[in-house]
């Protein structure tokens, strides 16, 4: 079993930059995939960035035009998402996941692969 819990969300200025947290309570090397999801109202929930945590290999999706990275902490049980040159339309609800196995790629794979979610952190994102 494992718990995860998001941290880092607030109201930051269009530019600017966040660094999210997401700590694990369990092992989460342990985790085949680690990834961030977010979400807006009336929106579906969206892969933004995933991490293979075994081996450390990223994936991204291309809308982010290589503002985010993920990063994974083995010693601390957490990961990040830091996120830069922040957009308006970065306004969402981000949400980590885990998953224990996956089929396929860790960010296109099915979001019912990740059985382990967050209670999710706003971030919102100001003119």
């Known amino acids: 079993q494992v718990r995860l819990v998001e941290s880092g969300g607030g109201t930051v200025q269009a530019g600017g930059s966040l660094r999210l947290s997401c700590a694990a309570s369990?092992?989460?090397?342990?985790?085949?995939?680690i990834a961030w999801f977010r979400q807006t109202p009336g929106r579906e929930r969206e892969g933004v960035a995933a991490?293979?945590?075994?081996?450390?290999?990223?994936d991204y999706a291309d809308s982010l035009e290589g503002r985010f990275t993920i990063s994974l902490d083995n010693a601390k049980n957490t990961a990040y998402l830091q996120m830069n040159s922040l957009k308006l339309e970065d306004t969402a609800m981000y949400y980590c996941?885990?998953?224990?196995?996956?089929?396929?790629?860790?960010?296109?794979?099915?979001?019912?692969?990740?059985?382990?979610w967050g209670q999710g952190t706003q971030v919102t994102v100001s003119s």
């Open positions: 996941a885990a998953a224990p196995s996956r089929w396929g790629a860790c960010l296109t794979a099915p979001q019912s692969t990740y059985i382990y």
């Open positions: 369990g092992y989460i090397a342990a985790m085949e995939c």
């Open positions: 991490i293979y945590a075994r081996r450390g290999t990223t």
